[in-house]
């Protein structure tokens, strides 16, 4: 059966960094990829990125870069997200799920590309001085 | 970048209601849309995949359709245990944003 479990909740002061981990099972860990997800408090959902343990292929929001990191150690089937420079508004649950990214062109076919079909328990971050 | 736009952001409807909630692409996305279910405190929960397909133990009463840039998901006959939150999420390429939400609630 699989499953995500992520690490626990965090408090963090502005300008501290975060790093949240996501631990797979029940699969095989480097046939899909793991995309993060986030959602603040009474808002929607706020796709991140997503790491290919596979092809150690990353994509994310513009809005994050500089400032998240997506890696995978695939010897213990474990995502991480980093996420550094912390605001107020970066509190929020995040979440991780299983997904199947595209091919190396980005395009989509019967064997790539599929939404995310497990999720973690979701963690969440406060950010609060 | 792609932006999923949902509307209604908010529906209140009765137990046995026909539910339709739209999805609205900023460009094609062909048919690769996932639909999600959220309720409060939990993870999404995926109800449909490539626009129409039924994900795994997901109830008949579920439906999507659509292609291009326009989708729709239905719920046939509103069950109590649907009340929640859902939302669109395009996967055609490398960034998936997912639509604003939208809430059904008891009317």
């Known amino acids: 059966q699989v499953h995500l479990v992520q690490s626990g909740p965090e408090v963090k002061k502005p300008g501290a960094s975060v790093k949240v981990s996501c631990q797979a099972s029940g699969y095989i860990f480097t046939d899909y990829a793991i995309s993060w997800v986030r959602q603040a408090p009474g808002q929607g959902l706020e796709w991140l990125g997503w790491f290919s343990a596979y092809s150690g292929h990353t994509n994310f929001v513009r809005k994050l870069l500089g400032r998240v990191t997506l890696t995978a150690d695939t010897s213990t089937s474990t995502a991480y997200m980093e996420l550094t420079s912390l605001r107020f508004d970066d509190t929020a649950v995040y979440y991780c799920?299983?997904?199947?990214?595209?091919?190396?062109?980005?395009?989509?076919?019967?064997?790539?590309?599929?939404?995310?079909?497990?999720w973690g328990q979701g963690t969440l971050v406060t950010v609060s001085s | 970048d792609i932006q999923m736009t949902q509307s209604p952001s908010t529906l209140s409807v009765s137990v046995g209601d026909r539910v339709t909630i739209s999805c609205r692409a900023s460009?094609?996305?062909?048919?690769?849309l996932a639909w999600f279910q959220q309720k409060p405190g939990k993870a999404p929960k995926l109800l449909i995949y490539?626009?129409?397909s039924l994900a795994s133990g997901v109830p008949s009463r579920f439906s999507g359709s659509g292609s291009g840039t326009e989708f729709t998901l239905t719920i046939s006959s509103l069950q109590p245990d649907d009340f929640a939150t859902y939302y669109c999420q395009q996967y055609n390429g490398y960034s998936l944003p997912f639509g604003g939400g939208t809430k059904v609630e008891i009317k």
């Open positions: 460009e094609s996305i062909d048919g690769w």
């Open positions: 799920a299983r997904i199947r990214e595209p091919d190396t062109e980005g395009r989509c076919n019967a064997i790539t590309c599929y939404p995310g079909d497990h």
């Open positions: 490539e626009a129409s």
